[in-house]
């Protein structure tokens, strides 16, 4: 029986820390039966998507868009996920074909899939300009380098768990992450006593396989907690034929002219949800004469 993705927020109890948490399981497997992804371009993909659904769980508007490109020299090429406020979350990998050995640790070498890499964050909030930060991916395996965003971007000390289980079928077991940020008046002992905590936590979807909730995985690190909101979280493509007919007016009339000539019709496959949406030699024309 499927269950329902969902995003909790809220602080501890003595104010030191807010936090977001979320069980991505559904959202993620609809994103690898998309794209037919192997399990290192899954797992690579599906701690972004999972990134990205509780940075847009920041955002203050459903609206508001944030968004996360990674860019690499490894055989991966990058990884491009989005989210909004409401939790709609998309994305892909350039190379979802990908097929590394296991690391040292036996573990999916998501870092080798991503190369030697650069993060940007995009954030779409209303005005004029979209907001822009970028830093170097210290470690390639996508929650520390987030965590490494927020500290050099937005000056703020946040611990990023991240994980995605990959099942025999490729199927995905589980996925979830959590963040957790240090509020302006934090206690400096309770910082401390996260920290020891931290390092001794094993595994997000070691938990998560064990059956412990994120909240229980949260309750374990932060003591008592006041959950402030739940929604759904989901992988929803707002992708439309409208969105696609831009891309086409957007080639240049003579590129169409010749697309209308020769192939008489084209396909544009969305990226993130790989939608297919055809067009006839009439509609190109049509465009055409909007150009």
Known sequence: MKTKDYMIRGIDKERNFRFFGTNTKELVNTACINHGLTP??????GRTLTGVAM??????????RVSIIIKGDGPLGGIIAESNGAGDVKGYVYNPHVDLPLNEFGKLDVAGAVGNANMTVMKDLGLKEPYSGQVPMLSGEIAEDISFYFAVSEQTNSVVMLGVLVDVDYSIRQAGGIIIQVLPDADDDAITQLEEKI?????LTACLEKGQSIEYVLENLLGEIEIMDTTEVRFNCDCSKERMERALISVGKKDLEEIAKEDEKAELVCPFCSNKYQFTKEELEELIEQI
Do not use: Y
């Open 40 to 45: 290192v371009a899954a797992a690579a993909l």
């Open 199 to 203: 390092k001794g936590f094993k595994s």
């Open 55 to 64: 940075m847009g769980s920041m955002l203050k508007r459903d609206e508001d």
